[in-house]
Nanobody, 124 residues
Framework: QVQLVESGGGSVQAGGSLRLSCAAS????????MGWFRQGPGKEREFVAA????????HVTDSVKGRFTISRDNAKNTVTLHMNSLKPEDTAVYYC?????????????????WGQGTQVTVSS
């Protein structure tokens, strides 16, 4: 089976940067899209960003576009969420997920394995 382990979460001041990494174990890493979701306090889980299997296509949700980006290193089986200019509203538990498909989708139902989540807290 697939196991996804996030790292890099923590606390940061508004305007700061943070980098979240997801290390994947299992088969066929490069054949699947990978994504990041987040769930803030009292909110539903929402899509943040996703990247295609080869890394040639990325989608970033409008609320973080221009501040966040996603990358992957298939040789290392890792996916990274680069977060800049963080805002308090970015505070959430961030989840790494493996996509069902090679290309990018933004619905949670298009992802079949999930990490345990890592907390990101942005203070004013």
């Amino acid at each position: 089976q697939v196991q996804l382990v996030e790292s890099g979460g923590g606390s940061v001041q508004a305007g700061g940067s943070l980098r979240l990494s997801c290390a994947a174990s299992g088969r066929t890493f490069s054949s699947r899209s990978m994504g990041w979701f987040r769930q803030g306090p009292g909110k539903e889980r929402e899509f943040v960003a996703a990247i295609s299997g080869s890394g040639d296509t990325i989608h970033v949700t409008d609320s973080v576009k221009g501040r966040f980006t996603i990358s992957r290193d298939n040789a290392k089986n890792t996916v990274t969420l680069h977060m800049n200019s963080l805002k308090p509203e970015d505070t959430a538990v961030y989840y790494c997920a493996r996509g069902v498909y090679y290309n990018v989708y933004d619905r949670s139902t298009s992802f079949d394995y999930w990490g345990q989540g890592t907390q990101v807290t942005v203070s004013s």
